[in-house]
């Protein structure tokens, strides 16, 4: 495994990470969880992103038991969750206001079974809570000792210079991480958010680098029964003909690198020095083992330009 530093920060995280959304505490149970949590920690992840939202809180307690079963010291992880979307049906239990924040990390904390996140995100950007309200609250936290670091979660490259220059104007700890979608169907980040975060030495750890699974190859052939796709309004942008034809390419050619096309994915997006880490799923512990092993793939300019063809769509090459 390689280690990347969170921006300008000196915590170093591992550059393939592993994700609770949609998964553990959801689609799979304890012991799904416990094998892949083991799985990771034994190829060198220390980072494990989650949220209070996933599973409605149960992903933060089944990762927390799971951690405590396998025995994992505290010091050895990088934990996160996030804040924002309503967690019940009362009028404050949503949003960034302070209340929320302060009621919710405590829910995070106690699920986890932990004295502290590493990194807790602001899920979404809220229009409806004044800017200095929330880098107040994140502020108090570190200085309470509850979290180490925050950061901010699909913010617009406007709304991290905010961030930041708000932070700046009360002395406050700045945001340290913004973790936005990312990967080979989805480059938006690529003309603004990456550099603004570079520019103000904020690290980038991504979500959905594999696409939802669509950077797997599996439906290269069509919608299996039963599968994710079949049923998720998520894939629906990206399940069209146009990129499931880019992604037959690609599996070609990671095929002829000796590669599976979720490593070609994962080591395309670690190409970037930006980006701290991407965060990975999975559901089985063979999907870890073949995750992590992008970390230490590069790839070479050769490759990274017949990439570049075919996602822009350009002819393959003799």
């Given at each position: 495994?390689?280690?990347?530093?969170?921006?300008?920060?000196?915590?170093?995280?591992?550059?393939?990470?592993?994700?609770?959304?949609?998964?553990?505490?959801?689609?799979?149970?304890?012991?799904?969880?416990?094998?892949?949590?083991?799985?990771?920690?034994?190829?060198?992840?220390?980072?494990?992103?989650?949220?209070?939202?996933?599973?409605?809180?149960?992903?933060?307690?089944?990762?927390?038991?799971?951690?405590?079963?396998?025995?994992?010291?505290?010091?050895?992880?990088?934990?996160?969750?996030?804040?924002?979307?309503?967690?019940?049906?009362?009028?404050?239990?949503?949003?960034?206001?302070?209340?929320?924040?302060?009621?919710?990390?405590?829910?995070?904390?106690?699920?986890?079974?932990?004295?502290?996140?590493?990194?807790?995100?602001?899920?979404?950007?809220?229009?409806?809570?004044?800017?200095?309200?929330v880098v107040?609250?994140?502020?108090?936290?570190?200085?309470?000792?509850?979290?180490?670091?925050?950061?901010?979660?699909?913010?617009?490259a406007a709304?991290?210079?905010?961030?930041?220059?708000?932070?700046?104007?009360?002395?406050?700890?700045?945001?340290?991480?913004?973790?936005?979608?990312?990967?080979?169907?989805?480059?938006?980040?690529?003309?603004?958010?990456?550099?603004?975060?570079?520019?103000?030495?904020?690290?980038?750890?991504?979500?959905?680098?594999?696409?939802?699974?669509?950077?797997?190859?599996?439906?290269?052939?069509?919608?299996?029964?039963?599968?994710?796709?079949?049923?998720?309004?998520?894939?629906?942008?990206?399940?069209?003909?146009?990129?499931?034809?880019?992604?037959?390419?690609?599996?070609?050619?990671?095929?002829?690198?000796?590669?599976t096309v979720?490593?070609?994915?994962?080591?395309?997006?670690?190409?970037?020095?930006?980006?701290?880490?991407?965060?990975?799923?999975?559901?089985?512990?063979?999907?870890?083992?073949?995750?992590?092993?992008?970390?230490?793939?590069?790839?070479?300019?050769?490759?990274?330009?017949?990439?570049?063809?075919?996602?822009?769509?350009?002819?393959?090459?003799?």
């Open positions: 495994m390689k280690y990347r530093n969170l921006g300008r920060s000196s915590i170093k995280v591992s550059a393939i990470s592993l994700g609770a959304w949609l998964t553990f505490g959801g689609t799979e149970d304890i012991e799904v969880t416990r094998a892949c949590i083991q799985t990771a920690v034994e190829h060198g992840v220390n980072f494990f992103d989650l949220a209070d939202s996933y599973a409605g809180g149960e992903a933060e307690r089944v990762v927390g038991q799971a951690l405590r079963d396998l025995g994992v010291a505290r010091q050895h992880l990088v934990l996160s969750s996030k804040v924002f979307w309503p967690m019940s049906d009362d009028v404050n239990d949503r949003g960034l206001s302070r209340k929320h924040i302060l009621e919710s990390v405590e829910g995070s904390l106690r699920r986890l079974g932990v004295e502290y996140l590493d990194l807790y995100f602001c899920h979404r950007f809220d229009a409806a809570t004044p800017l200095d309200e107040r609250a994140m502020d108090d936290l570190v200085h309470q000792g509850k979290i180490l670091y925050w950061g901010t979660s699909v913010w617009t709304q991290l210079e905010a961030a930041v220059g708000t932070a700046t104007r009360f002395n406050a700890y700045l945001p340290q991480v913004e973790q936005p979608r990312y990967n080979m169907l989805d480059r938006h980040i690529e003309p603004e958010i990456l550099p603004t975060a570079a520019r103000h030495g904020m690290g980038v750890v991504v979500f959905s680098p594999l696409a939802q699974g669509l950077l797997t190859g599996k439906y290269n052939a069509g919608i299996p029964e039963g599968s994710r796709a079949a049923s998720s309004r998520w894939l629906e942008r990206d399940l069209t003909e146009a990129n499931l034809e880019k992604i037959r390419r690609l599996s070609a050619l990671a095929e002829h690198l000796g590669l979720a490593q070609l994915a994962l080591a395309w997006i670690l190409r970037r020095p930006e980006i701290s880490s991407a965060i990975t799923g999975a559901t089985k512990p063979q999907h870890v083992v073949s995750n992590v092993a992008a970390a230490d793939m590069q790839l070479s300019e050769d490759v990274l330009a017949e990439i570049e063809g075919i996602l822009d769509n350009a002819p393959a090459r003799g």
